[in-house]
């Protein structure tokens, strides 16, 4: 008998941790394991807005898969999904497909820009480690092209971040650390620079703790960045975008919009003809595509609700890690043909977010709230156990951050 | 009696070591000084290239002219020479006038386009640490720009240098070593990136010792630099260059020209209504502009024939020098009223050009051939030895260059 082929697509939180837990779970003689990314590296997501503003190098972001991975055990291929096929069990890859007999759809987010003129073309979204790197290279293009310009042109220092949610405000925070350095080196005088974050709800964080939200404005304040809340981005132009509040449209001259205000899943996942609801795939308890007993989703391509609530849980991090363990467990239920599947239950351990390396809010253990350098260790604790998990002590020394105190 | 004026416009290798001579040679009582420059800083004109490679910071090269300048004997004015009126003895500055009894034109030089269509919108010229910041932030994005691209291309990876002339191969040889670091930066495959030099002779380095001509090829091209020599540019658009080579027209994909090919006086010279030849000041033998008894011209303004083969001297930073002490001695003895101008002699003690950080070519000492590690060092002595004479151990210790051995 034919052992199955189990297909990951994505080595994003979800799919590489997934990946990881089949290697351990089942032995060679039970399944063909293959994780299929379009970059011959994992990334960590929640470290991207570091390497854009450039207080952190993307080498540190990335992991060579095959560092992790049992190359004896899970196959990598190297190549970007075009689409999935789930009446025949196939998927699509650039350069040639792939059969499947249980399938993990792990594919990750795109930006969602709402139709707002101008922002797919002009603005940049943080969404892998090239796009992360174009932003840290763009900033300091532009900040070059002041002085050499005879003309001054200030749309050259106006950064724009569009949406005040967790990655705008994590971003800002690193950007107000980065100014001053950029400032010095390429001979701008700081109150020559603006950090604009434009954001449509009355409040950055909207559905964050109150207290903790305004504890990052005013941090961020302190650091220069400029809060313009109530307003709605109307469009994006290569030299300026436009913003409407209390019925006035304003201009702001600047060539650099970086958009975090929205993400979707993969548009993959809807184009292969699953049902969805805004993108993703609104999974049953046990995280399987509803209709197919074989195709699992997880991370941002999966949909889940929050019963007590009735509102979906944010795609986060630690999400897309829990359901690897379920979605793991499932997959090992259904190849050694061994009882029933079990239900994912989401644990919400709280969330932390950095205002740049040395602040940071915290929102943990059923709402105790967290501020300065508790938060900063709090973080800092999360994102190292996460690099453990995923690649033991060693990978946790090369790449883990330890650079609390200060 | 009013004690004289003397103005030094330009804080280049000419003008500030007049500076630095003159507030020696003269007391407080018998003149007053006064240096102009459009930056708080002097440069080092022959190191840029490796700034605008990314191969050396831009702080190396500068220095703050207040660290140098002894202010009690030298008022520095921080300005952009608009003009310079000889007969009302008078130069216009962006916010205000100065008048002068003894000036010193020392302005430097700008890039010579020949009205090559394109050439002055869209190439790059290394002139001064704003434009090397540029080229270095330019490269860079250029490179970031190539991963983030759906659209591969291969314009973004070509680099053109038009002209094979001293700065060109010096730029080139940078550039070579600094490649393989950006391709590692930016996930490049080495293979894909061109470096390409475009020289109208049929020969790099035309003038220079045809052996070391060819040494300094062989180094580059083992480097992976290509040589179009004989080769007309014909244009230069965002996208692409053009030139024409045995009757045929070939067009290179590049966002990237860099223009070395040639330099002319700064055009405030010819401007200004001076006699000129190709926009340099034809000097009497004192150094001084004919028919003006009280204007010096210095550097890149100076024309200098040399009588032996009645052709003029080329622009460096050594002859620039010589003539301070020419014009220092005669101004002088213009202010304290003693004996005859001396006449301004040439001392060709030949000349160095770096391929990289790890090989040079020389030519000193009445021909005296140098390759490799020996032409290395010889570069390093005379970059010092400069370094000393503008300001001293203090000075050689901070930007002095050691790194002599790899």
Same mark, same amino acid.
């Given at each position: 008998m034919k052992k199955p082929d189990i297909v990951i697509l994505g080595a994003g939180y979800g799919g590489i941790m997934t990946a990881l837990k089949l290697q351990k779970m089942l032995n060679v003689n039970e399944a063909a394991i293959t994780l299929v990314n379009k970059y011959d590296y994992h990334y960590q997501t929640t470290w991207l807005h570091e390497n854009a503003a450039g207080t952190l190098h993307h080498d540190r972001t990335r992991i060579p898969i095959n560092d992790v991975i049992n190359t004896d055990k899970v196959q990598f291929i190297l190549d970007t999904v075009v689409s999935i096929k789930p009446d025949k069990k196939k998927v699509k890859l650039e350069n040639g497909d792939l059969n499947y007999d249980i399938l993990v759809i792990g594919l990750g987010f795109e930006a969602e820009?709402? @139709?707002?003129? @101008?922002l797919k073309e002009n603005a940049f979204t943080i969404g892998d480690i090239d796009s992360a790197r174009l932003i840290r290279e763009h900033l300091k293009y532009n900040f070059a092209m002041y002085h050499h310009e005879n003309c001054k042109n200030l749309g050259r220092l106006n950064i724009v971040v569009g949406g005040g949610g967790f990655t705008g405000v994590e971003f800002l925070g690193e950007l107000a650390n980065r100014i001053p350095e950029l400032c010095e080196e390429y001979d701008i005088n700081k109150s020559m620079v603006r950090l604009i974050n434009i954001e449509r709800e009355t409040t950055v964080l909207p559905g964050f703790d109150s207290q903790l939200a305004e504890y990052a404005m005013s941090s961020l304040e302190s650091r220069g960045v400029e809060f313009i809340t109530g307003a709605d981005f109307k469009k994006c132009e290569p030299d300026r975008i436009v913003y409407e509040k209390d019925g006035k449209e304003v201009s702001i001259p600047t060539y650099t919009t970086i958009w975090t205000a929205g993400v979707r899943a993969n548009s993959i996942v809807e184009e292969s003809g699953f049902d969805h609801n805004q993108g993703k795939i609104d999974v049953c308890p046990d995280l399987r595509a509803p209709g197919y007993d074989d195709i699992f989703a997880i991370g941002d391509c999966a949909l889940i609700m929050d019963r007590a609530t009735n509102t979906p849980y944010p795609p986060t991090a630690q999400i897309a890690v829990q359901q690897s363990d379920t979605a793991a467990r499932n997959i090992t239920a259904l190849v050694q043909g061994t009882g029933e599947l079990t239900e994912f239950e989401p644990h919400m351990l709280g969330t932390v977010a950095s205002l740049g390396n040395n602040d940071a809010i915290g929102d943990v253990f059923n709402n105790r709230k967290l501020f300065g350098w508790k938060a900063v260790i709090m973080k800092k604790i999360i994102e190292n156990r996460y690099l453990f998990k995923l690649g033991g002590w060693g990978l946790l020394m090369r790449k883990g951050k330890f650079n609390i105190f200060y």
């Amino acid at each position: 008998m034919k052992k199955p082929d189990i297909v990951i697509l994505g080595a994003g939180y979800g799919g590489i941790m997934t990946a990881l837990k089949l290697q351990k779970m089942l032995n060679v003689n039970e399944a063909a394991i293959t994780l299929v990314n379009k970059y011959d590296y994992h990334y960590q997501t929640t470290w991207l807005h570091e390497n854009a503003a450039g207080t952190l190098h993307h080498d540190r972001t990335r992991i060579p898969i095959n560092d992790v991975i049992n190359t004896d055990k899970v196959q990598f291929i190297l190549d970007t999904v075009v689409s999935i096929k789930p009446d025949k069990k196939k998927v699509k890859l650039e350069n040639g497909d792939l059969n499947y007999d249980i399938l993990v759809i792990g594919l990750g987010f795109e930006a969602e820009t709402f @139709g707002i003129p @101008g922002l797919k073309e002009n603005a940049f979204t943080i969404g892998d480690i090239d796009s992360a790197r174009l932003i840290r290279e763009h900033l300091k293009y532009n900040f070059a092209m002041y002085h050499h310009e005879n003309c001054k042109n200030l749309g050259r220092l106006n950064i724009v971040v569009g949406g005040g949610g967790f990655t705008g405000v994590e971003f800002l925070g690193e950007l107000a650390n980065r100014i001053p350095e950029l400032c010095e080196e390429y001979d701008i005088n700081k109150s020559m620079v603006r950090l604009i974050n434009i954001e449509r709800e009355t409040t950055v964080l909207p559905g964050f703790d109150s207290q903790l939200a305004e504890y990052a404005m005013s941090s961020l304040e302190s650091r220069g960045v400029e809060f313009i809340t109530g307003a709605d981005f109307k469009k994006c132009e290569p030299d300026r975008i436009v913003y409407e509040k209390d019925g006035k449209e304003v201009s702001i001259p600047t060539y650099t919009t970086i958009w975090t205000a929205g993400v979707r899943a993969n548009s993959i996942v809807e184009e292969s003809g699953f049902d969805h609801n805004q993108g993703k795939i609104d999974v049953c308890p046990d995280l399987r595509a509803p209709g197919y007993d074989d195709i699992f989703a997880i991370g941002d391509c999966a949909l889940i609700m929050d019963r007590a609530t009735n509102t979906p849980y944010p795609p986060t991090a630690q999400i897309a890690v829990q359901q690897s363990d379920t979605a793991a467990r499932n997959i090992t239920a259904l190849v050694q043909g061994t009882g029933e599947l079990t239900e994912f239950e989401p644990h919400m351990l709280g969330t932390v977010a950095s205002l740049g390396n040395n602040d940071a809010i915290g929102d943990v253990f059923n709402n105790r709230k967290l501020f300065g350098w508790k938060a900063v260790i709090m973080k800092k604790i999360i994102e190292n156990r996460y690099l453990f998990k995923l690649g033991g002590w060693g990978l946790l020394m090369r790449k883990g951050k330890f650079n609390i105190f200060y």
